[in-house]
């Protein structure tokens, strides 16, 4: 069942390990079958260097599991929140990287202070509020994602395809399995960056909205045109 896509969420949780932003087993990477309302994950606490395609669990939006001899991940519950909210998003990753963990202890925002951030990111990189006692003790997993969706309000989840949970770590996501580890690649270096920006400069100011627009339309506008068109490849 959905053999390519437990190829895909494979290749992507490996990766994480590749770029250097997990230990242990300390991440994991969904992907979802849209039209089959399936979401593919990674087993909970299954060691990376032993881990095999056939290892990923299926489950359906209720969290059961569908095929796979592991439990999933403790994180599904948060995945699949975003999955139900956000019908644009194919793929979900958490990781407890070092820099975006930081700033996600430290509860503060990744600001925008130039364009490598503007790139990828639309604004600022935000972090959540705080969870409750309660939404810790009941339902917790559920509850991140709930924090998370709250936290993004009404903007476009695209624009912005990340997030830092207080206390605990970072969020992305994409249309892909591979895009959302792709933008947890990027969002753990630009959260180094503006950290070590702030250090040098405990007053610098973000990017100016001018320049943000420039860079991140020329890559996401409708008259984008940074890289190679289809005609030129």
Known sequence: MLEKLKEEVYRANMELQEKGLIIYTWGNVSGIDREKKLIVIKPSGLDYDNMKADDMVVVDFDGKVVEGKYKPSSDTSTHIELYKKYPEIGGVVHTHSTWAVAFAQAGMDIPAFGTTHADYFFGDILCTRELSEAEITND??????????????????????????????????????????????VLEKVAEMAYKTMTLNSEVKPVSQFLLNKHYYRK?????YYGQSSEDK
């Not at 309000?153 to 892909?176: L, Y």
């Not at 996401?220 to 984008?224: F, L, M, R, V």
Request: hydrophobic share 40%; proline share 6%.
């Open 140 to 185: 917790y997993e559920l509850n991140t994602g709930k924090v998370i969706i709250e936290t993004i309000g009404d903007k476009d989840p695209m624009e912005v395809p990340a997030i830092v949970v207080k206390n605990h770590g970072p969020f992305t996501w994409g249309k892909t399995a591979a895009e959302s580890v792709y933008n947890a690649v």
């Open 220 to 224: 996401h506008g409708a008259n984008a």
